[in-house]
């Protein structure tokens, strides 16, 4: 009779002690990953809604509805829904999460237990993420001894960043670093208003295409272009409708 080959107890008992220390290392991350990429969607529709909500508005009714304190989260996504704005069944992606029109930064939020969830991996408001964005700046130049590249995806990817939570404003607000710099400009029907060191008052309407841009390389703040005359003081810096 020929000799049948097979796993021994020894070796069975093995492979599920590798299979069990596999799971026990890819699951959570697996779960971890799963989450971000969610609330990375749940942001970006955040933006979305905030981006069709300018556009609602322009030619919307009056009184405005985002302007009625009694107007429900619910019923303003209806009323993008019927003005075609936006597809019906817009829902965050994770039950915990709900989106909220807060009416005192007009503006969408995504709330997680009854309280607001960073609007993006760096923060919410200008001064968490320009400052986190211009440290990622920093340390890739100390890390590197260079600058990240400063077109397409590569400006955002080189700082460790996802270029998907940057394409949309955050409260009106565009974020583009690239090399050296980091640029923002208003969202469409926004304005920025900023003081010069000069004391002149500069506004700059998103109609210009321009940019407000921090260089790394001196530390400071411009209006438009890198120029001696254009230098601001960013802590004046207001955004208006």
Known sequence: MKKRSGFTLIE???VIVVLGVLAAVVVPNLIRWIGEARTSADRSTVGTLNS???LYRVGGPSPDPFDDRTSTSEALVQELVLGGYIPDGVEP????EVFTWDFDAQSWQLYV???PAPLSPLGSTFAEISTAMIQKIVDRYAAKGSYGRNWGD???TDLGLNPDDW???ILHIYYKPGG???SIRPEDGYSFTVQGTDGTTRVLKASYNWNLTYSDKDKKWYYHTIAPGNEIDISTLTVTK
Do not use: G, H
């Open 113 to 115: 237990d009854d309280a």
């Open 12 to 14: 069975l008992i093995v």
């Open 154 to 156: 590569y400006s955002c």
């Open 167 to 169: 394409k949309n404003p």
């Open 93 to 96: 992606q994770t039950r915990e």
């Open 52 to 54: 069709v909500t300018t």
């Open 180 to 182: 050296s710099n980091l």
